[in-house]
């Protein structure tokens, strides 16, 4: 094993679970999120002698997934999946197994209600919460201000207290 493949297997058992995670939260299916990681591994390691360190590895690694997870939502693949495909039991259930039962339910409603919010509001709740960037790293990420940023999480939190308020009452 040469010295890249080092580094590489390193990072990937440093960060792998963590991206796991993020690709899950963006295309709500395990298994597409373990093709999109490897996707996300296998780009690294084609740039991994250019990469600068301008960024954390993490921040770095963390724009190629995001990247990854938007080609494959913009494929019409992803697009042609059925919402009953998306919310299959098997897919929910590996994504969830660390839940215990109580919670599983509950988890369920508040990830749907996330995945409901438009797409720059969901991303930035991922990534701040989920993934626990700062808000200037999650500027960079994005190519956006941090005042933006700032803004999307504002509103973004706004929209899931009125989202959920509404779901809690409409149970009761």
């Not at 690709?23 to 991994?48: I, N, P």
Request: glycine share 6%; proline share 3%; net charge positive.
């Amino acid at each position: 094993m040469n010295e890249q493949e080092k580094q590489l297997t390193e990072l990937y058992h440093r960060y792998g679970t963590e991206l796991q995670r993020l690709c899950y939260l963006y295309l709500k299916d395990y298994h597409l999120s373990e093709d999109a990681v490897s996707e996300t591994f296998l780009r690294a390691w084609g740039k991994l002698p250019g990469f600068r360190g301008q960024a954390s590895m993490k921040t770095w690694l963390t724009r190629i997934a995001i990247n990854v997870c938007r080609n494959r939502l913009r494929s019409p693949a992803y697009r042609e999946r059925s919402i009953e495909e998306l919310t299959e039991a098997g897919n929910i259930s590996e994504g969830l197994r660390s839940c215990r039962p109580e919670e599983t339910e509950e988890r369920l409603w508040v990830s749907g209600e996330i995945m409901a919010l438009p797409v720059k509001y969901r991303e930035v709740i991922l990534l701040y919460y989920y993934q626990e960037l700062t808000v200037k790293e999650i500027a960079r990420l994005l190519h956006v201000p941090a005042s933006t940023v700032g803004g999307r999480l504002k509103r973004a939190k706004a929209m899931l207290r009125s989202r959920l308020k509404e779901g809690y009452f409409d149970e009761a």
